[in-house]
């Protein structure tokens, strides 16, 4: 085995762990991907003989490439949510490869990756990388240009964040109070009640769909309750359903179920809306119509 066919299967061993990392980082599987396909690349080009620690050399290398992203995703204010609605990893029986079992590892939802987005770049790698994986923080701070002791308070001002939502979502968590609130927006949205849609939206909600909701003309990008419930009220055809442990809802013409809703709910209020309509998506999600 030459050099670089040793590298490759070194690099290998280290996939699964680099996708989780950068799946946490970005809640997108596709820029996942390109982040360790990226480190990859910077690995193949790189001198690493003198490097002892090879998994934790493309962790950083992976957080720097995300933390890049995160940047330059903040920076293109005219399309602020449209290009990274979180991706669900969902489980579905005798399916899962041993990368997704790895996404599935820390039980981080959908629900979180909305907090998540809500944090600075800096704030969410340092959260992500100490919290989720267990990195020091002396190996963190070189990366987001900090000392320890900042980027400890990087990580605390997340965690304090995540901590508070994560109680908010918990308290509201059971199918019951999900599907009372989802039945209300539905209700509301049939009949154009904006009064009611307002009353049952956080005031900065947010609506995101996958590139391919983008591409059957869903809205992507939308925030705030006002803005949102004007482009709902009057909306028909959605149905409840029941997917992936929680109430949503489904436009499903025919009964064939081509747009999944994934609500993000806080306090008998939806603080987000992702509109699913990948087709994988869609199967992993496996929604189950409730009556109305």
Sequence with gaps: MN???????????????????????????????????????????????????????????????????LRSRMSRREEPLAAHAPDPITSHEDSLDPEQEALMADAVGLALLVVLDTLNPAERLAFVLHDLF????????????????????LASRARRRVRAQSAAMDSDADLTSQRDVVAAFLAASRTGDFEALLAILDPEVVLRAD????????????RGARDLARRFAGVRG????????????????????????????????????????????????DPVILDD
């Design 3 to 69: 050099q670089y066919d040793l590298l490759a299967q070194q690099f290998e061993e280290h996939r699964a762990h680099l996708r989780a990392v950068a799946y946490r980082m970005l809640g997108s599987l596709s820029e996942a991907d390109d982040a360790v396909q990226e480190a990859w690349l910077r690995l193949s080009r790189a001198d690493t003989s003198g490097v002892a620690n090879l998994g934790g050399w493309l962790t950083t290398v992976v957080a720097r490439v995300c933390l890049d992203l």
């Design 238 to 285: 959605a149905r409840p359903a029941l997917m992936n442990g929680a109430v949503g809802a489904v436009w499903a013409p025919g009964g064939q179920p081509r747009v999944a809703f994934v609500f993000t709910v806080t306090h008998d209020k939806i603080m987000a809306i992702d509109l699913v309509a990948d087709p994988e998506h869609l199967r992993q999600l």
């Design 211 to 222: 590139d391919a909701g983008v591409a059957l003309g869903a809205w992507s990008g939308v």
């Design 134 to 153: 267990d990195v020091p923080f002396d190996e963190i701070a070189p990366i987001v240009g900090r000392s320890p002791a900042a980027a400890r308070q």
